[in-house]
DNA sequence: TTGAAAGCGCTAACAC
DNA sequence: GTGTTAGCGCTTTCAA
């Protein structure tokens, strides 16, 4: 690896000008800076970040955290988080969580020590502990909200998607609705299961809280919650499904199938959060789909718009700005083959 | 963000002191020691690593490129890849290429100014121009091959895979098998197809270069070449296809509803690597499956094996070793629903 | 066992 | 326009 020095040697300048050419080309004559770059080029130069930004004190680099790489929604936010920085010259560094503290707590600790300018975050109920580990860094919560309250979020209408998806079943005659729902230490399933229940409100019908079941968000839990809705006597029995994420719905249209029941003749289901998967089983899913990609994309535009803003000398600590954007974007309900009027409308 | 100054000053130790009570404990007397471990954790102190590693010139840190981040496959080999990697104390950092040259050369260009150990990549075509950027740098090839001698590889019996699946299908009665593979400028689909043609060989049957097409492992590819497959006359239209990556797998499914073919009793059809989608189709999918996470796994433990190995003195420059490791998992064929014996025999 | 000093590669102040 | 010098935070000689 050659360094600056050599590039310097080799052209003949010292090592300040050699980084000038390359760095600040206008403060260099145009003999010495086309010396320089063809030094650099001919040693295949490449500047070593770690001594540049030990010397700038600035890296350009931000640090992204998901719950679950696995999960394509995540990765999804991860890749349009990594493009968008790509764009603006950073470099994002990713790391995994699987929903748990200390891995969380981990991952701040290794980011802290590669001095990131910024960090986005897909918090857990952990998180806002844990983000006392990175003092005064600009964070960006993506998807999820801690509810802390100098911080920039971006988030899709979990609400209206909720409403809009129960509305949906409501409007085609259901009365009984079940809804399998997410720890509601996660703003996500709160806001869902809000959704949810202001549909139930506003159709006039009762909600009744032995049809919302919680579930761990991973798809034998929302088997468990199905398996246990699905059991009930006939009469109490849901008719429809409204399932809070995409593993969850995986469980509980195994459970439908498990039990012998036809989709929609028997149950309709509505999931959160399009995929590969709902799109092509049978029948094909109405889902509440999110514009992952996008959400990625904003979070990494706010944020490094953030960074430029602090670089430009206002604003001093960056967690604490005047007013910390809040992003929504709109979710779109996508009416496929999973739902239909209940077969046997209820006597009441 | 204190420094390992501020430390000692609190300790009333000089830096280097600190440093030693941190980083090699025995070096210090016990009283000193505890001192200073106190003062770090009062302080929050975290150590810069852009100075450590600019000091030692060493990051303990690898790069990890894979091609589709997006593909739950790839996703997998990644989060295996980080898991090893944390286990050991590294840092991985994860690129994305879309199997687009340029994205890859950027990505190596960005990881060679952070001065990786060691590097992950799942290779394509000009992965092999393009690691010329990255000269002495030990690397780990991860699921498909370059055929770069002095280089590990952690691959799967794509033969031995491809084999099965067709002599399964063979076994079934088929005898027009029609294959989609993938580009061959790369190992994997190369593979697969060889072992394809093996499984026909050895049962006497007579491979037909009409029946196998290429496809650029996208969804669209995968449904245009079934789409061409399957509008074949009768007595010429396969009666079963092996489709060689998972995202065109779904494309040759969907490709057969278009068509209005009844899978199995029309058409069998058997997919390259499992998923969550191949398990909850209608009807489930017959398909080879590869163990994705211990792939990953595998290949961080190889590359640091290999890092250790040069750090204690024995091996120059790491990429010119003795023997390189060849490290081959097998695959499992998981016989599901979607493979059955052809309806009408043809008459030869 | 500890401290002083040097230096990893780079860039920003300050001279000239 | 260009060179000299200093220093980012850390670890590692070398001396004491």
């Given amino acids: 690896m050659s360094s600056i020095q050599d590039v310097a040697t080799l052209a003949n300048v010292s090592a300040a000008t050699a980084s000038?050419?390359?760095?600040?080309p206008d403060m260099v004559a145009q003999p010495t800076r086309e010396r320089v770059l063809h030094a650099a080029q001919q040693l295949g130069y490449q500047p070593n970040m770690l001594a540049r930004s030990l010397r700038q004190r600035e890296t350009r680099t931000i640090g992204v955290i998901v719950t679950d790489i696995l999960n394509h929604f995540h990765a999804t936010l991860a890749k349009g988080v990594q493009d968008a920085a790509d764009r603006h010259g950073y470099t994002a560094f990713l790391f995994n969580t699987d929903e748990d503290a200390g891995k969380e707590r981990r991952a701040l600790d290794t980011l802290r020590g590669h001095l990131p300018q910024g960090l986005i975050v897909v918090p857990t109920a952990h998180t806002r502990e844990n983000l006392k580990l990175v003092p005064n860094l600009p964070i960006v919560e993506l998807d999820r909200v801690t509810g802390n309250p100098g911080v920039t979020t971006v988030t899709v209408d979990n609400i209206g998607g909720a409403r809009a998806a129960t509305a949906h079943l409501i409007g085609l005659g259901h009365t009984r609705i079940g809804m399998i729902v997410g720890k509601l230490d996660i703003s996500t399933a709160v806001e869902r299961h809000a959704g949810f229940r202001q549909a139930i409100d506003e159709a006039g019908l009762t909600y009744d809280p032995a049809l919302v079941l919680p579930g761990e968000h991973r798809e034998e839990d929302g088997r468990q919650a199905a398996l246990r809705l699905l059991s009930l006597p006939?009469?109490?029995?849901?008719?429809?499904?409204?399932?809070?994420?995409?593993?969850?719905?995986?469980?509980?249209?195994?459970?439908?199938?498990?039990?012998?029941?036809n989709i929609p003749a028997d149950l309709s289901i509505v999931g959160f959060d399009d995929s590969r998967w709902a799109q092509t089983m049978t029948p094909p899913l109405t889902v509440v789909s999110q514009p992952a990609y996008e959400l990625g994309v904003l979070a990494c535009d706010h944020l490094i718009a953030q960074?430029?803003?602090?670089q430009a000398g206002h604003g001093q600590s960056g967690r604490a700005r005047a007013s910390p954007a809040r992003v929504q974007l709109p979710t779109e309900l996508i009416l496929r083959q999973s739902t239909a009027p209940p077969v046997c409308v209820p006597t009441a």
């Fill in 307 to 310: 960074l430029s803003h602090i």
């Fill in 234 to 261: 006939l009469h109490l029995r849901p008719t429809a499904l409204f399932v809070g994420n995409n593993e969850m719905t995986v469980g509980a249209v195994l459970a439908a199938r498990e039990l012998g029941l």
């Fill in 20 to 24: 000038r050419a390359l760095s600040r």
